[in-house]
Every structure is written in structure tokens, then in C-alpha cells.
């Protein structure tokens, strides 16, 4: 890989565009509407790439911020939803 970035290095400003036309004319890039192998294997890379998971107090408070965002902030409020998470540590 470090061979191929360092060859890069070297081309002109000319060289380079040219290379990334011929790029993405050959791999067009992902487009979120349409499905596809490529993005199939670009969401399960995703998925298993290095991620950091939400803790409670952080799913909480992004859900007291919707809460509050949308004028249903009172426990129980008969139009909306009330946030029930398990305690914090």
C-alpha cells in the first residue's frame, strides 16, 4: 500500500485527476437510494468497524432533549411518550 500512495505522490496535478476520473468511472460511487452489492458490503463494514456504543445516561439525555424539543416533557403526558431507561450505575 505504501508503494501505491508514494506512486500517487508522484504524479502532477494533471496525472492525479486523471487518475481519479479513471477511478470513478470504473466504481461509481455509492448511492444511499439504490441498493446494491457494493453498499451492502459498505454498510456491513460499517457495522463492524470500530464504534463506540451509547451508554444510558447518554441515551437519556438525548432523549430528555427530545422530550423537551417537542413540548412532552412531563411524565406520562397522554400524547406523547415517556422515556424509561434502566437506572445508571
Same mark, same amino acid.
Given at each position: 500500500?505504501? *508503494?501505491?500512495?508514494? #506512486? %500517487?505522490?508522484?504524479?502532477?496535478?494533471?496525472?492525479?485527476? @486523471?487518475?481519479? =476520473?479513471?477511478?470513478? /468511472?470504473?466504481?461509481?460511487?455509492?448511492?444511499?437510494?439504490?441498493?446494491?452489492?457494493?453498499?451492502?458490503? *459498505?454498510?456491513?463494514? #460499517? %457495522?463492524?468497524?470500530?464504534?463506540?456504543?451509547?451508554?444510558? @445516561?447518554?441515551? =437519556?439525555?438525548?432523549? /430528555?432533549?427530545?422530550?423537551?424539543?417537542?413540548?412532552?416533557?412531563?411524565?406520562?403526558?397522554?400524547?406523547?411518550?415517556?422515556?424509561?431507561?434502566?437506572?445508571?450505575?
Amino acid at each position: 500500500m505504501q *508503494e501505491i500512495k508514494a #506512486a %500517487i505522490e508522484t504524479l502532477s496535478p494533471a496525472e492525479r485527476a @486523471e487518475l481519479d =476520473r479513471l477511478l470513478r /468511472e470504473s466504481h461509481p460511487p455509492l448511492g444511499p437510494e439504490v441498493d446494491s452489492p457494493e453498499l451492502e458490503t *459498505e454498510l456491513l463494514k #460499517a %457495522i463492524d468497524g470500530p464504534y463506540t456504543p451509547y451508554s444510558s @445516561e447518554e441515551f =437519556r439525555q438525548i432523549g /430528555e432533549q427530545i422530550m423537551r424539543e417537542h413540548g412532552r416533557n412531563e411524565p406520562g403526558h397522554s400524547k406523547g411518550w415517556v422515556l424509561q431507561l434502566p437506572a445508571t450505575e
